[in-house]
């Protein structure tokens, strides 16, 4: 299937939170009523809301990597779909349960979750009879992954419009997150749309040219 073929058999829809604009997509096949789930945070109320209104069926949680507002909302939308959880294990590390339960912004029912799917650089997954690639990026997080569907790329808190993911947090490395833009996402082709955990799309080509954290070379 062309890029061209792919991108009119998906259908994506971005829902940001209110509290840190974390960017959840939906990825549906517009030829059945399966769908993929990437990063449900804490809008997994308004997510819920459109999978029982369009009668969705969630195949996968997808996480590309293991901070709070990307994840927040798993526990609830796995638990409600008997869905499997598809996540790096690099960030097992960086989820502490125990502090995450005082948070006072969490879904009502948050609780630990198990990753059914260890995620590795270069592996595939099938999504009916569409493959999507695993690209471990790490830097933000060590787990750190993007999802690469054709020419478009789920990338987490890796790459940004015009920017990149903090690289202060526990698990983050400035030279591991340049070197994961430059020498895995830059290498793609350069019309890849760029699905950003945070902000608006953007592109390969206008990152490589237009980025000032990391500049193509």
């Known amino acids: 299937m062309t890029p061209a073929e792919l991108r009119e058999t998906l259908e994506v829809s971005v829902f940001p939170d209110d509290l840190f604009a974390e960017n959840c997509f939906i990825i549906r096949r517009r030829d059945t009523s399966h769908c993929l789930v990437v990063d449900p945070g804490l809008q997994v109320r308004r997510v819920q809301d459109v999978l029982h209104r369009d009668a969705l069926q ?8 293991g901070h709070i507002d990307h994840v927040a909302g798993v526990p609830a939308l796995r638990r409600e779909q008997g869905t499997v959880v598809a996540m790096h294990p690099d960030d097992l590390a960086i989820l502490d349960w125990d502090q995450l339960a005082g948070l006072p912004f969490l879904p009502e029912g948050f609780a630990p979750f198990d990753v059914d799917e260890p995620l590795a650089h270069g592996m595939t997954i099938r999504f009916e009879d569409l493959i999507l690639k695993v690209l471990h990026t790490p830097g933000h997080t060590q787990g750190s992954v993007c999802f690469l569907f054709g020419l478009d790329c789920f990338a987490g808190d890796t790459l940004f419009q015009r920017g990149i993911g903090r690289t202060d947090l526990p698990g983050g490395d400035m030279a591991k997150i340049v070197f994961s833009i430059r020498n895995v996402l830059y290498r793609l082709p350069p019309k ?12 390969i080509e206008e990152e490589q040219l237009l980025n000032p954290f990391v500049p193509a070379s």
């Open 58 to 65: 969630v195949e996968r949680i997808l996480v590309t990597h």
């Open 192 to 203: 890849t749309v760029v699905y950003p955990g945070h902000g608006p799309t953007t592109t």
